[in-house]
């Protein structure tokens, strides 16, 4: 019986696929398990490379089978792929997890703590409840404007539209105003709770030094520095900032070939949430650079000048980035230069 070096486990709900092989790559094994098995399978197997794909619930596994002895790797899904034979099911899966485990060149994703996971899901709730508020103050400002109500866009007017509800002497019809009383009352509950989570993340920056130091930086603010901190893998990850940004997307997209290089849009890989936090504090910074005029960073001030607003967001937030990974690798604090930022 040859000996296993790799498993290739396709996680899922309920039944989990396992292909295991040997160092040459020849199958050792194929096996279905229930996930209550799945422990008591990986502790009877010797000491060999595990494989999954980096999904939701691939950083529990890891830690749990890493706990047992194993070596674990997460590879992103879309590196996987490419190796997924003919029709795609849970045995093909697991296959070409395995495969693609054993190439030399194979990129893998570090597995988190439940400490870190723990740390991220303030942000995921936050990112939540601003997009039900989102949806609330739409529908308020929807319904509002089929009786002629208009105000001007922005959370910093909903107040307005509220008072129009609550207001006795505004001519909305009967049958509609207690309707519109419950989404006023909806949209005020879910702003205390995003306060009450700002709240959180600022107390959460000023107790983390690495995130003091990244507030340094101009548009780093509590929420964007905390997310970076409590989001973003360790600097030792990446080379250089330029790796960094790449990993957030905020690199242009290659499609070079024959020597030409031909570079397109911003790629949009990686990091969602960080790379949305980044190119909104660069916004806030751009429009603050704008405002100064000739006091503002030369740099900047010289990319507004000649290139459109969101171009220079974009580009504003992968220097932040690379600023971000250079604080982070090195230490210190963001010192803007006399020439440029």
């Not at 706990?67 to 590196?79: C, D, F, K, Q, V």
């Not at 309707?179 to 205390?192: K, N």
């Not at 290139?307 to 604080?327: D, E, G, H, S, Y």
Request: aromatic share 6%.
């Amino acid at each position: 019986m040859c000996e296993v070096t790799t498993i290739g486990l396709d996680l899922a709900k309920s039944i989990f696929q396992a292909h295991g092989a040997d160092a040459s790559g020849a199958v050792a094994f194929r096996k279905k398990l229930r996930r209550d098995q799945v422990l008591a399978f990986f502790s009877a197997q010797p000491r060999c490379l595990v494989a999954m794909e980096a999904c939701a619930s691939a950083h529990y596994w890891a830690r749990e089978i890493a706990a047992l002895g194993h070596e674990t790797r997460l590879i992103p899904p879309a590196y996987v792929k490419p190796f997924v034979k003919r029709q795609k099911n849970d045995m093909a899966d697991a296959e070409a997890i395995c495969e693609a485990a054993q190439r030399p060149t194979m990129r893998f994703v570090g597995a988190k703590s439940a400490e870190a996971q723990g740390a991220a899901v303030v942000f995921r709730t936050r990112d939540l409840l601003v997009r039900q508020r989102t949806q609330l103050i739409n529908a308020l400002r929807g319904h509002l404007g089929e009786f002629g109500y208009v105000v001007r866009q922005g959370p910093g007017h909903v107040a307005k539209l509220i008072d129009l509800v609550a207001d006795p002497a505004s001519e909305l019809p009967a049958e509609a105003r207690p309707v519109l009383a419950v989404i006023a009352e909806s949209l005020q509950s879910v702003q205390a709770k995003i306060a009450v989570l700002d709240r959180e993340i600022a107390a959460r920056a000023k107790a983390d030094p690495v995130a003091k130091r990244l507030m340094t930086i101009p548009g780093v603010g509590p929420v964007v520095a905390t997310a970076l901190v409590a989001l973003a893998p360790p600097p030792s990850t990446f080379r250089r900032g330029r790796d960094f940004a790449a990993w957030l997307g905020l690199t242009p997209k290659q499609h070079s070939s024959g020597g030409k290089e031909r570079l397109g849009r911003t790629s949009k890989m990686g990091e969602r949430s960080l790379r949305r936090l980044l190119i909104l504090g660069a916004s806030s910074a751009a429009s603050h650079a704008a405002r100064e005029g000739s006091s503002g960073s030369p740099w900047l001030m010289g990319m507004l000048a000649r290139k459109p607003r969101m171009l220079v967001t974009v580009a504003l937030a992968n220097k932040m980035a690379r600023i971000v990974w250079a604080l982070m690798a090195h230490g210190g604090s963001y010192r803007a230069p006399a020439a440029a930022m």
